[in-house]
């Protein structure tokens, strides 16, 4: 059974600092891994997909790396905004199926 | 183009009542999922429907169930209420593209709370 842990739970961080943020997972045969944010009582909003065969994906001020075979992904922020406060999730698909297994989610705070 | 739709936005029962969630998926997506969120958690998989076939179930009692219809709107449905089943309900849909799922887009999700 796949299981996703993301740590910490929670990081307060002053504005300008880079965030880094890490998810692991404890069965590598995933099809791709997303990292989403989540403003409080709202929907997911998808940042970045990589899919199995990659090592990494850029979006703006993100980006996202994925060991596969170490079952790790870590999604940086570079040059972190009072903005970015909001709860940030991983999630895997597996090989088969669509089923998305999410990890608890990390609270961040960025102070202006 | 819109995004996912979900109805309604919020809903208050009370315990052994009968709920129904709504969700449109984005136009051209015909595989939509149903996630539920307790506060404080990662979203947990309920149900996957593909061309109205269900494709996928988690660990979920049978007082949840589901459809999807031939527009690929889709339907969740709890029974007799639990208080433990006051969540955020999420419904994401994605495309299928030479023969996979690709990446899941979400809706806004409907807050249900149970008294």
């Known amino acids: 059974k796949q299981e996703v842990t993301q740590i910490p739970a929670a990081l307060s961080v002053p504005e300008g600092e880079n965030l880094v943020l890490n998810c692991s997972f404890t069965?590598?045969?995933?099809?791709?891994l997303q990292w989403f944010r989540q403003d409080p009582g709202k929907g997911l909003t998808s940042l970045l997909l990589?899919?199995?065969?990659?090592r990494e994906q850029t979006s703006g001020r993100l980006n996202a790396s994925l060991d596969k075979s170490s079952g790790r992904s870590t999604l940086y922020i570079a040059a972190s905004q009072p903005g970015d406060s909001a709860t940030y999730l991983c999630a895997v698909r597996p090989a088969a199926g669509n089923k998305l297994t999410f990890g608890g989610g990390t609270r961040v705070l960025v102070k202006p | 183009d819109a995004g996912v739709t979900q109805s309604p936005t919020h809903l208050i029962k009370t315990r052994g009542q009968h709920v129904t969630l709504r969700c449109s998926p984005i136009?051209?997506?015909?595989?939509v999922s149903w996630y539920q969120q307790v506060l404080g958690q990662g979203p947990q998989f309920i149900f996957q429907y593909y061309e109205k076939e269900e494709r996928g179930r988690g660990n979920f009692p049978d007082r949840f169930s589901a459809r999807q219809f031939p527009n690929y709107s889709s339907e969740l449905n709890v029974n007799a209420l639990l208080l433990g089943d006051s969540a955020l309900y999420l419904c994401?849909?994605?495309?299928?593209?030479?023969?996979?799922?690709?990446?899941?887009?979400f809706g806004p999700g409907t807050r249900l709370t149970v008294l």
């Open positions: 136009s051209g997506h015909k595989s």
């Open positions: 994401a849909s994605s495309v299928i593209l030479a023969g996979s799922y690709n990446e899941q887009f």
């Open positions: 990589i899919q199995s065969s990659q």
């Open positions: 069965d590598s045969a995933i099809y791709n």
